[in-house]
């Protein structure tokens, strides 16, 4: 089963950007779609952001018109380019794969917005 890496996290003032990191240990196109999702203290795992496998993207609300996922397919590495942070976004960010067969996770990486 491939393997997700995240990578990118860290503090940063509201208002500022972030740009996280999913390297997969293999082909990303195995997976049917790509995502992001976020834990913050005392809440459930949310979605954020998916792309396709045919590049289509979807975002959760609280995060459209900010965060942009995207690919390199050459590097097998999916990204979320995280602007105009607020401290709401306070979380964990884990790397989804998603397979009808099963979806893997990475082991996440801490983003944190002061104010």
């Known amino acids: 089963q491939a393997q997700l890496v995240e990578s990118g996290g860290g503090l940063v003032q509201a208002g500022g950007s972030l740009r996280l990191s999913c390297a997969a240990s293999?082909?990303?196109?195995?997976?049917?779609?790509m995502g992001w999702y976020r834990q913050a203290p005392g809440k459930q795992r949310e979605f954020i952001a998916r792309?396709?496998?045919?590049?289509?993207?979807n975002y959760a609300d609280s995060v459209k018109g900010r965060f942009t996922i995207s690919r390199d397919n050459a590097k097998n590495t999916v990204y979320l380019q995280m602007n105009s942070l607020k401290p709401e976004d306070t979380a964990v960010y884990y790397c989804?794969?998603?397979?009808?067969?099963?979806?893997?996770w990475g082991q996440g990486t801490q983003v944190a917005v002061s104010s």
């Open positions: 989804n794969g998603f397979r009808f067969s099963g979806s893997s």
């Open positions: 792309i396709t496998r045919d590049g289509t993207t």
């Open positions: 293999g082909n990303i196109f195995s997976f049917n779609a």
